[in-house]
């Protein structure tokens, strides 16, 4: 089992939709989680970053961590055909391991 | 792409022979990450260090090997490439390290191994 898991999708949705990516993980010592975005042909940039459990707001982005479940969240509101990328978790341990382990990446198309 | 750049941004190369991949930064950030991207894989770690001369191994160091002699660059070579290493290569940037630092990427270099 890798320690990270994430369903690659593709995942379409129409503009205006909810969307929901998730990731599972297997080590309960991670403690930082990230989302980051990555445009087609480019290099992942940072969107969100929680510290243990709970939930994060910025704009139309969500991010929830739910530890005891050992699952993340990433929610989009009032989806953007601009919001059509590749979405990576990404994890790192307590204490600054200085090493980000990176899910497989959801696809998202946002049609208008 | 904040201040990173990566050369050459394509190349195509032959099996067996060596090749070199160059990341160079403008921030002086301490971290730098070379990672590979993959379809079925995301991006794995393959080597990083943490100041000049200082470097440890990442999940896929196998067939790789890295060298940092100056805080800006940090070289990524393939002694022997293989079709196994075709692959998207991202190097990133991290001022300490740490969690709560950003990690920011390249714009990446894509490498045909024929």
């Known amino acids: 089992q890798k320690e990270v898991e994430q369903d690659p999708g593709p995942l379409s949705v129409p503009e205006g939709a909810i969307v929901s990516l998730n990731c599972t993980y297997s080590?309960?010592?991670?403690?930082?989680f990230m989302w980051y975005r990555q445009y087609s042909r480019k290099g992942p940039e940072l969107l969100m970053y929680?510290?243990?459990?709970g939930n994060k707001e910025d704009g139309r982005f969500t991010a929830q961590v739910d530890k005891s479940s050992k699952y993340i969240s990433l929610f989009i509101r009032d989806s953007q055909p601009s919001d059509s990328a590749t979405y990576l978790c990404?994890?790192?341990?307590?204490?600054?391991?200085?090493?980000?382990?990176f899910g497989k990446g959801t696809k998202l198309t946002v049609n208008p | 792409d904040a201040g990173i750049t990566q050369s050459p941004r394509h190349k195509v190369t032959e099996t067996g022979t060596p090749v070199t991949l160059r990341c160079h930064q403008t921030?002086?950030?301490?971290?730098m990450y070379w990672y590979r991207q993959d379809p079925g894989h995301g991006l794995r770690l393959i080597h990083y260090?943490?100041?000049?001369?200082?470097?440890d191994k990442g999940e896929v160091s196998d067939g790789y090997s890295v060298s940092r002699s100056k805080t800006e660059d940090f070289l990524l070579t393939l002694e022997s490439a293989t079709s196994s290493q075709t692959s998207v290569y991202f190097c990133?940037?991290?001022?300490?390290?740490?969690?709560?630092?950003?990690?920011?990427f390249g714009p990446g270099t894509r490498l045909t191994v024929l």
């Open positions: 990133a940037i991290s001022l300490t390290g740490g969690a709560v630092d950003e990690q920011f």
């Open positions: 080590n309960s010592a991670f403690q930082y």
């Open positions: 929680t510290y243990s459990s």
């Open positions: 990404a994890m790192m341990l307590q204490g600054g391991s200085e090493k980000l382990v």
């Open positions: 921030e002086n950030h301490r971290y």
């Open positions: 260090s943490y100041g000049v001369k200082d470097t």
